[in-house]
């Protein structure tokens, strides 16, 4: 079953799905879906993180939901300030409600502390060498009070800030900054989408404990990112060495 409601933004509420995700994508192919569509559901059987990840969250509590998003002439070797944009919407978004230390730890984590938040799965699609539309993928912990073994380091708003809140309204903030974000894409100010990124990169300029995709540890310093959205990491051994998604690991 699902619901459509049309304001502010095309809303399509759903009671259970396997993925938002994929449900969007599908939805995508019909002629007509218009830009920011929204997918919501209260409930996900296979949510999906990044890389065969998946996402767990009790029924009814957070806020599960997809963002279709459509380009113009947006090239494939800028994908990386999409995910700026995104991190940064959902920072701003969570600044209203005075939560301490929030960061991106890199790539699209949202952090409060040393305590996971949010999620976030983008998944583009392509024509040539651009991006014509995205769709967005945000786990958002909300109202959920206690969390598996499994995942020692999740946390949510209503742990943090010790009350109930409406994931209605915050649904509508989240969309509607990252809204604000995207504009800086579309108005190709990527220098500026990747300082603000840099801003908030959880454990810049820090000595961190990282694993290789080798499953060697070393220790490095975050310096940031590149314009192609690598991790900066500076090491005594081997100087500045940049790294792609899952080539080394946060310990």
């Not at 619901?3 to 933004?9: G, S, T």
């Not at 919501?40 to 806020?63: D, M």
């Not at 700026?84 to 952090?111: E, R, T």
């Not at 604000?180 to 100010?189: D, G, H, M, P, Y």
Request: positive net charge.
């Amino acid at each position: 079953m699902f619901e459509i409601c049309n304001y502010i933004m095309k809303l399509v509420k759903l009671d259970a799905i396997n993925s938002t995700n994929t449900f969007l994508k599908l939805l995508a192919k019909e002629e007509g879906t218009s830009n920011w569509t929204v997918v919501t559901t209260e409930y996900q059987t296979r949510g999906r993180g990044q890389v065969a990840t998946y996402w767990e969250s009790e029924r009814s509590k957070n806020l599960i939901f997809s963002m279709l998003i459509k380009h113009s002439n947006f090239q494939i070797k800028h994908h990386f300030y999409l995910n700026c944009a995104i991190s940064l919407g959902l920072i701003h978004a969570l600044k209203k409600f005075d939560i301490a230390q929030l960061k991106v730890k890199w790539p699209n984590d949202i952090m409060a502390g040393n305590k996971k938040l949010a999620g976030i799965l983008i998944e583009n699609s392509l024509s040539g060498n651009k991006i014509y539309q995205s769709v967005v993928g945000i786990g958002l912990n909300i109202n959920q009070k206690r969390f598996s073994a499994a995942l020692p380091k999740a946390v949510s708003m209503t742990q943090i800030l010790n009350q109930k809140l409406d994931r209605n309204s915050i649904l509508v903030d989240v969309v509607n900054y990252v809204k604000e974000q995207i504009n800086f894409l579309k108005n190709k100010e990527f220098e500026q989408l990747q300082k603000n990124y840099e801003s908030i990169l959880f454990k810049k300029n820090e000595t961190q404990m990282f694993e290789d995709k080798n499953k060697a540890k070393f220790i490095g310093i975050i310096l940031g990112v590149s314009n192609q959205g690598k991790l900066k990491v500076e090491t005594e051994n081997t100087g500045v060495k940049e790294y792609n998604f899952k080539e080394i690991t946060f310990l």
